[in-house]
């Protein structure tokens, strides 16, 4: 089945810099990749995705970006605010509407 | 429009027993999906039901089971409760299956204590 790992688990940046979250996966059929938000006590919420026919997909500040031979992506956060603090997912699918499977997350800290 | 709505939020349980928790989806969504969240396994998928009929399956056993009701809520039920049951369980919804259609949305989860 498909395995996707997730780096880093923490992540320490100060108020304005970049965050960047990479992840990779194993199964080549995946076409689908989204990206969770979850903040404590709260169910996760996407942000962003992107299909396997696009390479980069942006959204103010938030970016994604996706090399399907390589089988990785990346989410860059730019002019990252204290409010961006929360642990955040990578998944990946078959399909949008099939099963995700997703990262181990990692645990974004801005420091103001 | 309501996001996706689970009860009862927290559940405290004692080994042995059973619990049924629930899911609303967003109204006009078709698909539930259930996944278990831990800390030492992340977020785990365990089931996908749309029209009422289960298309997938996660690798758990079977004293997880669920179903889907004709207006689209959902229900699972874990009978026979373990210590390893305690987690944040996880119901997202989404319009249909494939596509933009398929996007996923999550609600704020239901925590299950096992003691």
């Known amino acids: 089945g498909e395995n996707v790992e997730q780096h880093p688990s923490t992540l320490s940046v100060q108020e304005g810099d970049s965050a960047v979250i990479k992840c990779t996966y194993s199964?080549?059929?995946?076409?689908?990749f989204p990206w969770y938000k979850q903040e404590l006590g709260k169910g996760p919420q996407l942000i962003i995705d992107?299909?396997?026919?696009?390479g980069e997909k942006k959204d103010q500040r938030i970016a994604v970006t996706l090399n399907k031979t390589a089988k990785h992506f990346s989410l860059h956060i730019t002019e990252t605010q204290p409010e961006d603090s929360a642990v955040y997912f990578c998944?990946?699918?078959?399909?949008?509407?099939?099963?995700?499977?997703f990262g181990g997350g990692t645990r974004l800290m801005v420091k103001p | 429009k309501a996001g996706v709505t689970q009860t009862p939020r927290y559940l405290i349980k004692t080994r042995g027993q059973q619990v049924t928790l629930s899911c609303s989806p967003i109204?006009?969504?078709?698909?539930v999906s259930w996944y278990q969240q831990t800390p030492g396994q992340g977020l785990q998928f365990l089931f996908e039901y749309f029209s009422e009929t289960q298309r997938n399956k996660g690798n758990f056993p079977g004293r997880f089971s669920g179903r889907q009701f004709s207006n689209s809520r959902s229900e699972m039920n874990v009978s026979t409760l373990e210590l390893g049951d305690s987690a944040l369980y996880l119901c997202?919804?989404?319009?249909?299956?494939?596509?933009?259609?398929?996007?996923?949305?999550f609600g704020p989860g239901t925590r299950l204590t096992v003691l």
């Open positions: 998944a990946a699918s078959k399909n949008a509407g099939n099963m995700l499977t």
């Open positions: 992107i299909r396997s026919n696009v």
């Open positions: 997202a919804s989404s319009l249909g299956l494939a596509g933009s259609r398929g996007t996923q949305y």
């Open positions: 109204s006009g969504h078709r698909s």
């Open positions: 199964d080549s059929a995946s076409n689908y």
